[in-house]
């Protein structure tokens, strides 16, 4: 079985803590990662070099290795460049997830132009994360060996939903060839079940799993619908 074969209807979990927020410890990340494993994940999304190098050693599970390098002024901060694509495969990422919208990095390029570069002078598999079914299609074109819905309501000019975006995910997954990853706002086993029901390949869970201050906020919201 190969590394995507292994995806199918399984669970993959985001292991991320951005600066400035309570687990962004050396170390942690990787223990969050291995309680998933033995909860039963198949793989690992994590962000930047040494998180990645240490998820890698404690869990041995295969990563979707990321970089997020904010630039002033410009959106496009998911593995923006090449060097940061070759940092994080050379950290021991088995995928390397790029932003792949119809926005220009701060070096004016669009990222999904490095997809070919990225496969042939790394030799990685590359997974495209996107907003909208014409980006994805259009990833899938530039040569992305999966195609992943992350950025749907981040872009100025994608659907904001509350949860995922299910009609992103059943039109991309009539019309992709490639496989299609679900990630972004699934909340609950029922979005998931739903998510691989509309023709999901596999799901990427990170803030209902990993971020307990996200996890608080969501049940204090809830509470004070009904309280306040």
């Known amino acids: 079985m190969n590394l995507i074969d292994s995806f199918k209807g399984k669970l993959i979990v985001s292991c991320q803590a951005l600066e400035g ?3 962004c410890v050396p170390g942690y990340m990787a223990k969050m990662a291995l309680a998933a494993k033995i909860g039963g994940a198949v793989g690992i999304r994590a962000n930047g070099p040494e998180d990645i190098k240490s998820i890698k050693k404690e869990t041995n599970l295969p990563i979707i290795g990321i ?3 904010m630039t002033e002024g410009c959106d496009v901060y998911i593995t923006p460049t090449f060097e940061s694509a070759k940092a994080v495969c ?3 990422a088995d995928i390397i997830a790029i932003d792949c919208t119809f926005r220009k990095n701060a070096e004016g390029r669009f990222t999904w132009e490095l997809i070919k570069e990225i496969k042939e002078k790394l030799n ?3 997974m495209a994360d996107i907003s909208t079914v014409e980006e994805g299609l259009n990833a899938e074109k530039a040569g992305a060996d999966l195609v992943s819905t992350t950025l749907s309501g981040y872009t100025s000019y994608s ?4 949860g995922p975006d299910f009609e992103l995910i059943s039109a991309l997954s009539s019309k992709l060839s490639v496989p299609l990853m679900v990630e972004g706002r699934i909340w609950t086993t029922d979005h998931a079940k739903k998510a691989f029901e509309l023709g999901a390949y596999a799901i990427i869970v990170g803030g209902a799993i990993t971020r307990p201050h996200e996890i608080t906020g969501r049940f204090v919201k809830a509470i004070e619908e009904v309280t306040v």
């Open 21 to 23: 927020e309570p687990l």
């Open 67 to 69: 970089w997020k390098q």
């Open 90 to 92: 050379e950290a021991g």
């Open 124 to 126: 990685v598999l590359v």
């Open 159 to 162: 659907k904001k939903t509350d």
